[in-house]
């Protein structure tokens, strides 16, 4: 019950913007899990791209996510930039969250006409930037959200390009770990990524979760892995 209400909350289906392609992909390591994604459209015909991360695992995150899907529907209508949406996200969740508890975020919003993407990263892994002549991350421009309430945020720009890809991901992938114990980790990530510079944005994404799961092999699925893709043709 706990999963499908869950589930609910996320995206039931992601809209594709003119000439892009995008992909939301959640494989939570239990029933319920901690990540959450969300693209929605805006008025003003701007998209919101986010991505974020609850610590810890279990029922205690799955809830903080349910706080978060909500805050995030509830604020999303009425903030002009990402920020302003961090910020008031942030009020939101300090009634709510214990000690110890924050979110890792990725939150964006894009202009499909022109490929501009205005963001906050609050503490997140970079998302990674391919199709040009080198991968380009995007790192942290502040703290992860109820972490340090009141700490200072800043904002990023980037314009993709046509033929460009966007690639936002939970710590989940990099850090799966095989029966030797080893991490797939951003090295491994890095090299395939290089192999699928050119795909289009479907492509890209089912090659990364295909060598994920090759790498992980028989082992368990030790945290929620989640993708999104956002490809400009």
Not at 25 to 33: A, K, L, Y
Request: negative net charge.
């Amino acid at each position: 019950l706990a999963e499908r209400i869950q589930r609910n909350l996320l995206p039931q289906e992601v809209p594709q913007p003119e000439g892009y392609q995008i992909l939301c992909h959640q494989t939570p390591c239990t029933e319920v899990g901690g990540d959450l994604y969300d693209v929605r459209p805006r008025t003003d015909g701007r998209f919101w791209v986010v991505l974020g991360d609850v610590t810890g695992h279990g029922m205690g995150a799955a809830l903080l996510m349910s706080h978060v899907m909500s805050g995030l529907q509830l604020l999303e209508d009425e903030s002009e930039d990402p920020l302003t949406l961090v910020t008031r996200l942030e009020k939101h969740l300090l009634q709510h969250v214990e000690i110890g508890q924050f979110v890792t975020m990725f939150v964006g919003v894009l202009d499909p006409a022109t490929g501009h993407l205005q963001y906050v990263n609050a503490g997140h892994n970079p998302p990674v930037v391919i199709g040009g002549p080198d991968a380009l991350e995007l790192p942290a421009t502040g703290m992860a959200v109820a972490m340090l309430p009141g700490q200072t945020r800043k904002v990023a720009e980037i314009t993709l390009g046509e033929g460009q890809t966007l690639l936002i991901f939970s710590d989940g992938i990099p850090e799966t770990v095989n029966i030797h114990d080893e991490q797939y980790d951003e090295g491994r990530m890095a090299g395939l990524l290089a192999s699928v510079d050119g795909l289009d944005g479907r492509t890209i994404g089912a090659k990364l979760l295909a060598d994920v799961e090759l790498f992980r092999g028989d082992a368990e699925i030790t945290d929620d892995l989640t993708l999104v893709v956002l490809h400009r043709r």
